[in-house]
């Protein structure tokens, strides 16, 4: 049983799901995505809600493939991409000076990256 592929995902107010064949289509404020799912996966929207289906036990790894991705576009068109770093160790230290970011990590001089947009 995949577990992935049996969640139900819910869409927010602001995001249209419309499936067209095995082509999903997912808009939102940040944009529009799109993919297509294995012929296999049935795509079913309802309401506010999402949910993913497969023929048989043959296609479980595109089944939650399916389910994935379609979330992760979801995610895409309400919040967008987001990357945080980590920094471990002890003695790093990292300023935001206007659009550059000031590393002094262990060097002799401080290191200046500017952040892009």
């Known amino acids: 049983m995949s577990r992935i592929g049996n969640r139900i995902l819910t869409i927010p107010e602001n995001v249209t799901v419309t499936v067209d064949g095995n082509k999903v289509t997912v808009k939102g404020p940040k944009g529009e995505l799109s993919t297509e799912v294995n012929k296999n996966i049935?795509?079913?929207v309802s309401g506010q809600e999402?949910?993913?289906t497969r023929k048989n036990d043959n296609f479980k790894n595109f089944h939650g493939t399916a389910n994935a991705n379609i979330k992760n576009m979801i995610i895409g068109v309400t919040e967008g991409f987001e990357k945080k770093l980590?920094?471990?160790?002890?003695?790093?230290?990292?300023?935001?000076?206007?659009k550059d970011l000031v590393v002094t990590a262990g060097y002799s001089h401080p290191v200046n990256v500017?952040?892009?947009?």
């Open 42 to 44: 049935t795509v079913e």
């Open 114 to 117: 500017v952040v892009p947009e």
């Open 50 to 52: 999402l949910k993913t």
């Open 86 to 98: 980590e920094s471990l160790g002890v003695g790093y230290r990292f300023q935001l000076k206007g």
